[in-house]
């Protein structure tokens, strides 16, 4: 029997008699939810995640198919471990659910033990690739941090720059949701995620040479030319970290943070030339927080700007440089920016601040 904290199961079906068995044979040991709906079971999922559900095939209105491709098809809902509850006899309905993601078929009518036994087992194996998928997600956000780290202790003149960007994306991030801006993007990008991607977004000036990353005074126009490459270098770099490791969603938003963020919204900006929503989300979010602490920090050939000035700028390169969708929060973030910025300049003088970024590192 799993220990601690009793594990959540959903049972889907719409004959009362394998509810009220399949309750009877696991609540003992699990929580357990009955629902006799695809339309019960989606609004149940708005509140709760189970951790294993049990989903029968032959319903009335939404068949066990039917819900599965929804599921599949949710940022939110498509690691839920499903199966099969059928009195289906057919091998290519097994081929279809295994094909589509279900864990496991059970047959009605379903024997009390069977039942049990199969779902204990199924619950410990998940808790064991969870355990093993956090061990490895670790190693990547630790990774994404010693890479940002070697840009940032190359790059003096544009220290913290790191450190503050990914705390305004973090802040844009919490603005959009609020204001309803991109939901179905927003679903898409979990905050670890996000968070973490965006801190190699500068990752291409490792190939920049020392003596035009560190320059101080005003770049010559080939020098700049030169400077404008890190964001193609940057695309670079990780598309080759993911083909020798094989992938994954952090790498691939790094990708785009790093690719995109000097893109604008009315397709003057580089490495490419996009414009408007065929720029990824990545490189629209990143472009905002880039551009801001540029005004806030100096650089060569300028003077920090105040908040207040900063801003202003920022709202006259909405519809231009900024998706002026995005820039509908940039009013409210003003006093987020400015704290941030402040806790920056009272203690911010470590990279090691980074460690604050909540990523569980």
């Known amino acids: 029997m799993l220990q601690g904290i009793k594990k959540m199961i959903f049972v889907v079906d719409d004959s009362d008699t394998n509810l009220a068995m399949a309750k009877q044979v696991l609540e003992k040991q699990f929580k357990v939810m009955t629902v006799s709906t695809g339309e019960r079971l989606f609004s149940l999922l708005e509140k709760f995640r189970p951790d294993l559900i049990l989903l029968d095939i032959e319903m009335p209105v939404m068949n066990g198919f039917e819900i599965l491709e929804r ?7 498509k690691d839920i471990p499903i199966i099969f509850l059928t009195s289906l006899r ?4 097994e081929v279809r ?20 036994n199969r779902v204990r087992v199924h619950l410990e194996v998940d808790a064991i690739i969870r355990e093993r998928t956090a061990q490895a997600e670790n190693m990547h956000y630790n990774m994404m941090f010693v890479l940002a780290d070697l840009v940032e202790s190359r790059d003096e003149k544009s220290g913290g720059h790191i450190w503050r960007t990914t705390r305004f994306m973090k802040a844009l991030k919490q603005a959009m949701i609020d204001s309803d801006i991109y939901v179905d993007e927003m679903k898409q990008l979990d905050d670890k995620t996000i968070e973490s991607a965006a801190m190699l977004h500068d990752i291409g000036k490792i190939s920049i040479p020392d003596e035009i990353l560190k320059k101080t005074d005003k770049f010559e126009p080939a020098e700049f030319e030169v400077m404008r490459t890190h964001a193609v270098k940057g695309e670079i770099i990780i598309e080759t970290m993911i083909a020798r490791t094989g992938g994954n969603k952090l790498l691939e938003n790094a990708k785009y943070f790093a690719a995109y963020h000097h893109e604008k919204w009315d397709g003057t900006g580089y490495p490419y030339g996009l414009k408007g929503m065929d720029i990824p989300i990545q490189g629209r979010m990143m472009a905002v927080v880039d551009f801001y602490d540029n005004l806030i920090m100096s650089r060569p050939g300028k003077s920090a700007l105040s908040d207040e000035e900063a801003m202003e700028i920022m709202m006259m390169e909405v519809g231009t440089y900024f998706d002026p969708e995005i820039g509908r929060v940039l009013p409210e973030l003003g006093d987020k920016f400015a704290e941030i910025r402040r806790a920056w300049e009272n203690g911010g003088d470590s990279f090691e601040l980074e460690l604050e970024l909540e990523l569980e590192l």
Do not use: A
């Open 90 to 93: 057919d091998s290519k309905v």
């Open 97 to 116: 659910g295994l094909e589509m993601g279900i864990v496991d078929f059970i047959s009605k009518p379903f024997s009390g033990p069977v039942l049990l």
């Open 71 to 77: 599921m599949k098809n949710s940022e939110g809902l």
